[in-house]
């Protein structure tokens, strides 16, 4: 087993934001799943990532029940699940401890956000020495906000910004810093068939 499937943060918490509203892609975890099952089918591992805040009041604290998989989303008997405090996956968990045990040389990346714990996933894994395959259509981001623009302002004055990044830019963005330098970029359909959608 050299190779490793790392699906990151596709939880319920994300969709319990008012910004899912304007996901870049709301069937995120149909395209995870598919990537699981290619994964398990082909004896790679599987490792399933969650973020959390404690003590933070949002979806992302834990005793509110909301850090957990996406429903249709289940991991299989002995495919670890860590739970981070930082943005990459490796920072705060075991995750580099657990690559290096099982033997795996290159990860394959899926989840959200795209650009945040995917992207900052993705960048250290190669300075560790992973090779790294990033599956930009299975993952998905949220349009950002200008650095100048007021906190906290409704979903719809975020969007009615001209200032606001766009999640066709923050995604090409990604794609644009990763590949050749940290990454190689792929799709779904060049690692997995079609199968039944989640849910």
Partial sequence: MDRALLVIDVQESFRRRPAWEAVSDPGVADKAARLVDAARAAGD?????????PGSGTPFDPPLGHVRLIDGLDPADGEPVLVKTSRNAFTTTS????????????VVICGIQTEQCCETT???AADLGFQVTFVTDATATFP????????????????ADPRTLPVGAVIDR???????????LA???????ARRPVG
């Avoid at 995750?95 to 290159?106: S, Y």
């Avoid at 100048?148 to 004055?157: I, N, V, Y």
């Avoid at 799709?187 to 068939?193: I, K, M, N, Q, W």
């Fill in 174 to 184: 990604t794609e644009y810093a990763l590949a050749g330098r940290f990454a190689t």
């Fill in 122 to 124: 993705a960048r250290l």
């Fill in 95 to 106: 995750l580099h401890r657990t690559l290096t045990a099982a033997g795996v040389r290159e």
């Fill in 45 to 53: 591992l599987v490792v399933w990532v969650l973020h959390a805040e």
């Fill in 144 to 159: 950002i906000p200008h650095r100048d623009a007021p906190p906290d302002r409704p979903l719809a004055e975020v969007l």
């Fill in 187 to 193: 799709s779904v359909d060049d690692l997995a068939p």
